[in-house]
């Protein structure tokens, strides 16, 4: 405990008599202070004693003395200490009046006591407060220590809210609740999701406080909750939060301190463990891909339960701000990362292995330079997460955009059909081909078999497409345009009609044998037979892909 006026009253060598204030001497003495100035006020800082002999007082004046005593009361002094024996024989009774009607303790000094002996008892106290602190939080850390060698995070926290005297929770990089203490808190965990949302969007390390604000109605409100980021990246993967009843002291700081560095710790070793699982992933989605299923449950063990058995999905994600970033890395030697509104494969990521842990499914993810690949049950929450983040994001994408192309700097994911381990190199093509699909429509989001249940049309709205088409008829629109004939036209209703001269001849309203002349004179200007199917097929296409819309 720090020093307190009582205690200073109680300390044999001082010999301090109490002459006003007797109900508020339990108020902590931050420091003992001298000052014989009229207005010390400018001087203090709050919580100090203030020791005088009335120098340049005149202390048998009420009004004078009530002004001093106000403005020190209302300045945070929590303690007056006149010396008698010097200017004045006994403390004047203005102002003991004063201290009274002002509720401020007045300590009488005897003359035999110096104002350096008060000093000096005020310093030593704090110095043995800050000890015992200080050893209280080396005690406290061996604890916490003790207790997360032996029994992992879960043992720090029971450990931690106990020094504390309240509860603590841990959060994963999703903003869910991992674990609590007591196991009561965790329903005043959940409520602070919005607040860990929050602070991980700040660059760790990061703290805020929340809290504080209860009734009698809804006591639990009245906790003073401290958040804290976990970890050394400037994107914090988890959080701690500690609850207590007022704010912590020194001893309980230290504890407070000490969790976050264990934890941040743990995390770190959980970083090294991941990024060992994410080679394991790697090489058992490398041996899949390769048609080597047997090798590649053997590799993975239990790892990943039954997903290599039952049909999955594979999603092949993308992002051109990945690689405008990597691009402005390679020309920069500037810090650029840490933006977590610039990584939209690490929000797909943490929005897919969120989703899976919330329902025990296993998931495969491995980041494949500026892609991604997921691997996850088919019907499952992982996938479904996927597909509602992708029309989240195309919904707040604006529509001048999206007929633009899409956003070259946002995500874009393919979807393959339901598979198994044995046609998992199908599956992978199938999602790379719905991943280039999205590109060209503009789209966030493609899935393989919307794709092959719909036209082939919308996928001839590509440039090189076009121009293909613009060559192949471009000697027939410049012959049409000297006016010696439509075989543009005359070639879309003879392929129309499948080469039914009669059927495409009343569409154009011509007589027969001058479709026939007109169509052998679209097979002079190509150098290409009509009979060929590949011929008819091409300009077709070529037709549907220049055709206005």
Sequence with gaps: MPPTLASLVHHSALKLTVRAGEDRLDVPVRWAHVSELADPVPYMEGGELLLITALKLDAEDPEAMHRYVKRLADAGVVGLGFAVGVNYDHVPEALVEAARREGLPLLEVPRRTPFLAISKAVSAAIAADQYRAVTAGFAAQRELTRRALADGPEGLLAALAAQVDGWAAL???????????????GRRAARLTADVQRLRERPAPASSVVGGTG??????NADRVELHSLGTSRRPRSALAVGTAAAPGTAERYAVHSAIALLTLTTERSRSLHEAG?????????????????????????????LLDAPFRIIVAESGAARNRASTAAQSTGDTGGDTGSDPLGTLTEVVESAAARSGEAVLVVPEGERLVVLATDGGSAVAACVEHASALEAARPVSESRAGGDEEGLVVGLSAPSGPIAASAAYKQAQQALSVARRRGRVCVEHEHVAAGSVLPLLADDAVRAFADGLLRALRDHDATGRGDLVASVRAWLARHGQWDAAAADLGVHRHTLRYRMRRVEEILGRSLDDPDVRMELWLALKATAPE
Excluded at 279 to 288: C, E, F, P
Excluded at 289 to 305: K, Q
């Design 278 to 306: 994410l080679r394991i992933d790697a090489a058992v989605l490398r041996m899949l891909l390769a048609g080597e299923p047997d090798h590649a449950r053997t590799v993975a063990g239990d790892l990943y339960g039954g």
């Design 215 to 220: 009734n009698s109605e809804h006591p639990e």
């Design 171 to 185: 959060y994963d990089a999703s903003g869910a609740v991992v674990a609590t203490a007591p196991e009561w808190a």
